[in-house]
């Protein structure tokens, strides 16, 4: 572990000017994203989860394991989840302050980042509402962004991400995507990712992150091929010399080994975790990696004396019920119980953060490689001596050969099947 001298220093220069100006008397070590990034990337074969804190109580827990494992973490909500028509009270502008409040209750002393996931532009309309609200993320105490748009065409998703970037603080992480989260169905391909990050790396901009469909979905997968370990590993080589990692999304459906396999065969440093940590603080049978177990009716089995009392979980059922939820649907329970959760005695809250502690930490030690990044980290922000480790790429690519013209001349060019259309949202 760090010292206690060298954490108060990485506390004093590793901090963001926006966290330090929400928090100024802050214990929490906050970071931009790109510290966690370089961590992973330094220790090899290592992944940071992004745990989505859909409740108050698994951002609690996942903070606990990060602490166990002394690993960095991610703690992110996606535009769908807590966006202006969240289905979470936890949201956007509210989940920075969640987090600092916690590590300082509970001496948390681990790098955190505060990742605005998915901020999804789903059309070209999306592009002025996000001009006006990224920049609010920031002010809220966000410190990494995922400009998700993938649901646009490929020179669309590469012109948004050109136009948004400018709202997006130099220091701050950055995850782009391409290809939706849909399964089997418009898996990515070595050109769509080649064309996304040659265009943005011919305008100066070096992203942390790509996302890819890489063969899994959101939300609760029964069956599935899963992760695509070949094709991931076949796009991130190919995308070496740009020095950008990968970010797994849809860990749903993707066993231990699976998920230990991505890790130790592709340069993926970013893991999102999230339907698995709520089903596991509202205390429901899941299997080893989290994947909700389903009666023979279909419905979902509450471990008696786990998460929930049985009368909330009854009461949540009931709502569901009535509002037609079914299956992965029960993620729009977060926001109207998020209050009554937190109305429960202490030690029915504390079990359901100790649910997720121990899901989390077992994947940070056991699954992910991730124990001891935390050290990394704090070693990587006393080294710099600033809160922005500057970005791990260097400019490749002609600009003169990426103008928005012959960037709609080169997407014509290429091959790619994006799937079915749908809702494909976390």
Known sequence: MVSSSDFKKAIQIGRPPNVTRLFPNSRALIVSGKYIDQAMAEKGQAIAMAANGRNNL??????QAAQRANACIIIEIARSEG?????????????????????????????????????????????????????????????SIAVDASHMPDDQNLLANLQLNPFIPAWAGLETEVGEIKGKEGLSTVEEAGFLIKGLNAHNIFADWIA???????????????????LTRQIHDALAPYKISGAQHGTSGNNSDR?????????????????????????????????????????????????VTDEMWEAMVAHATSAGLKGGNYKKLNLPFENKLLGQPMAVRERMAKRVEDFVYNMLAKVFNASETADIAIQKILSTGSYDPGPKGERIENPDDWTPEKIVQKAAEIDSDKGPAGDFDD
Not at 58 to 63: D, F, Q
Not at 272 to 299: C, F, K, P, R
Request: net charge negative.
């Open 259 to 307: 998920l230990r396999e991505i890790a130790a065969k592709t340069r993926t440093t970013k893991a999102n975790v999230a339907t698995a940590l709520q089903m596991i603080s509202w205390g429901l049978e899941v299997n080893d990696y989290g994947n909700a177990i389903l009666s023979e009716d279909g419905s979902f089995i509450k471990v008696k004396d786990q998460g």
């Open 212 to 230: 890819l469909n890489n063969g899994t979905t959101h939300g609760i997968e029964a069956s599935g091929q899963g992760i695509q370990v070949d």
């Open 58 to 63: 698994v951002i609690r827990g996942a903070l």
């Open 83 to 143: 966006g202006a028509d969240a289905y979470c009270a936890v949201n956007y502008w509210n989940i920075a302050r969640q987090v600092d409040a916690i590590c300082n209750e509970l001496d948390i002393r681990i790098p955190v980042a505060i990742h605005a996931d998915h901020y999804g532009i789903k059309k070209e309309s999306d592009i002025a509402v996000a001009k006006v609200e990224i920049p609010t993320l920031f002010e809220a105490g966000m410190t």
